[in-house]
């Protein structure tokens, strides 16, 4: 995120930056507050949760390393996810006023800011496209998230809830569970040791079944 500063201009950064680990479940922010901090993401996950029309929540992307959380607060002042950390999570957290102060003065981080933000709107953009095909079974779309999933071009998949998951397509708890189970025994996926965040995911037939097959 800081590639290409300067030596000053990453020794006056040193000063704000603050290096902390997040337990689970923590709330980094909520729609509409004021936006104070970004968490470049280190390890770990975050989900960003928007309200649908109705009120419903839904669960509209997943950070996961190398991504920023609240990016949209440098330019709106204000948040427009809740974002909930999804185990421990480790990130750089900067406060806004810094990073507007680097994009002032340093031009060549304002390039990598808006490579930043291309990233995160194609990122959303093929969530869409992938989560709400309405011509796909739920089976398909599942098949289609886990590879969202994946931690970068890794075989691990991070394992999130049933009820996330289910936030995440649009469906009942029971359909996710019904597709994970059966994911299971087909072993497209397979579980780690106790207590990790991560499936064993076998990716080459995942991507058949996202494809229809």
Not at 22 to 41: C, F, N, R
Not at 159 to 164: H, L, P, Y
Not at 178 to 191: G, K, P, Q, S
Request: aromatic residues 8%.
């Amino acid at each position: 995120f800081f590639a290409g500063l300067s030596p000053d201009a990453i020794a006056t950064l040193h000063v704000d930056l603050d290096n902390t680990g997040i337990p689970a479940g923590e709330t980094l922010y909520q729609p509409g507050s004021k936006a104070d901090y970004l968490w470049v993401l280190r390890t770990g996950a975050i989900k960003l949760i928007a309200s649908a029309w109705d009120g419903e929540p839904r669960i509209v992307r997943v950070l996961k390393p190398g991504d920023v959380a609240g990016i949209e607060g440098l330019l709106a002042g204000n948040y427009a996810h809740t974002a909930v950390t999804v185990g421990t999570v480790h990130a750089c957290r900067t406060p806004i006023r810094a990073v507007q102060r680097v994009c002032l003065e340093q031009a060549s981080f304002q390039w990598n800011l808006m490579q930043k933000w291309q990233a995160a709107l194609r990122e959303t953009e093929q969530w869409l496209v992938d989560m709400t095909s309405t011509g796909a079974s739920a089976r398909v779309r599942m098949a289609r998230l886990l590879l969202h999933l994946r931690d970068n071009e890794s075989n691990r998949i991070y394992n999130f809830s049933r009820e996330d998951l289910s936030l995440m397509l649009g469906t009942t708890i029971e359909t996710a569970s019904r597709i994970i189970a059966a994911f299971l025994r087909e072993r497209l996926l397979v579980r780690r040791e106790p207590g990790s965040r991560f499936y064993d995911g076998d990716i080459v037939r995942l991507e058949m079944v996202a494809h229809g097959h």
